[in-house]
C-alpha cells in the first residue's frame, strides 16, 4: 500500500453500506472498558483526533484505540493494531452545552509503524478549504437504524453526505457556530452519522486523496428530515493541531 497520507487500496451509518476491508486504514475503533465509545481518525503515526465529548470525563486508562478493526464480532477479517491513549489535549473553550469546539487530540501510547502494518493516517485538509456544496463520506460502527431497537453495527458502515452551507442549516432551526460543518439530506433525513459514530471522520476527496474535513459531533436524533448533522469543522482547528502534534510523521 502506498504510505501516503489519505490514500487507500480500495473507493468504492444509516442509509450506508459496509465498507471493503482495509478500505480507511486511518479509521479509529474507540472503545471504552471493552465497549464502543466512538470513533476517531489517525492523522500521523502519534496522534487519532475525535471528539471532546468522547473522552472528557472518562478514565483516560480504560480506553483503547483499534486500527484496522473491521467487524467488531470476528477477529478474522483483518489483524487489529491496538494502542493506548498516552496523553489527551482536548481545548478549555469546549462547551458541552453547544458543542462547540467538540475536538480532541489523542496521542498513542506507541507509535504506528507504517513499514510494518497497512495502517495509514488520513490526510488534514489545507488552510480555508470551502465544503459547501462537495459530497462528504462518514464511517462508523454506530447504530444503523434510528429505531427504538437500536443496536450498533458489526461491520464498518460508511457512506455519502452533501456538505451544505451553515446559513442552510441555521435556517431549519440548527444551532451552530462557524467552528462547525452541516452535512446530510436536509429534506428527507434519512443518511446520516447516528449513535456510537461520533468523533469519526467526515471525509473529502481531493484528487485520489481523502482530507479530514470534519469530526463527527452532534445531531438532533438521527437521520430526521430537516436535521443534517453537525461536524467540528478541521479547518479552524489546524494550528492548534499542528501546536500538538509536533514531532510526529506521515508522507505528505
Known sequence: MD???GVTTTRRIVGGKVAAVNELPWLTLITYNNTIQCGGTLINDRYVLTAAHCIRGFDRQLFELKFLEYNTASSMDTVSVRRKISRVHSLKTYIPKTSDDDIAILKLSKPIDFDTTTVRPICLPPQGLDLTGETGTISGWGTAAATEEENSTIALQTTEVPILSNDQCL??????????????????????????????PLMVMDKKRHLLAGVISWGDGCAKPLKPGIYARVTRYLPWINKHTKGSFYES
Open 171 to 200: 435556517l431549519v432551526g440548527m444551532k451552530l457556530t462557524d467552528n462547525m460543518v452541516c452535512a446530510g439530506r436536509l429534506l428527507d433525513g434519512e443518511i446520516n452519522a447516528c449513535q456510537g459514530e461520533s468523533g469519526g
Open 3 to 5: 504510505k501516503k497520507c
